[in-house]
Nanobody
């Protein structure tokens, strides 16, 4: 089992930045592919970003490329999502996820989920 706890959400104006954190426990963190998803009211849960176990590979949904950066610190069992140039359409609950599958980006490929942290972007 893996437990995931997100933090860092909040309310910011359009154009601003936030850094989300996800602390993991319960299984060897450095062996896990980590991902961030988001879910806006009335919408499907959407993949945002993923990172390989060693951090050498990252992948993103097109809508956040160049604005968001996923990273990890295996010594701290933590994955981050740096979000810059935020837009109102980025408003959602952001959810951390973990899997053993390399390159995962579909919801069904992730086995463990956090509770999420709310991100609200005002125009």
């Amino acid at each position: 089992q893996v437990q995931l706890v997100e933090s860092g959400g909040g309310l910011v104006q359009a154009g601003g930045s936030l850094r989300l954190s996800c602390a993991a426990s319960g299984r060897t963190f450095s062996m896990l592919t980590m991902g961030w998803f988001r879910q806006a009211p009335g919408k499907e849960r959407e993949f945002v970003a993923g990172i390989s176990w060693g951090g050498s590979s990252t992948w993103y949904v097109d809508s956040v490329k160049g604005r968001f950066t996923i990273s990890r610190d295996n010594a701290k069992n933590t994955v981050y999502l740096q979000m810059n140039s935020l837009k109102p359409e980025d408003t959602a609950v952001y959810i951390c996820a973990a899997t053993n599958r390399y390159g995962a980006r579909a919801k069904g490929e992730f086995d463990f989920w956090g509770q999420g942290t709310q991100v609200t972007i005002s125009s």
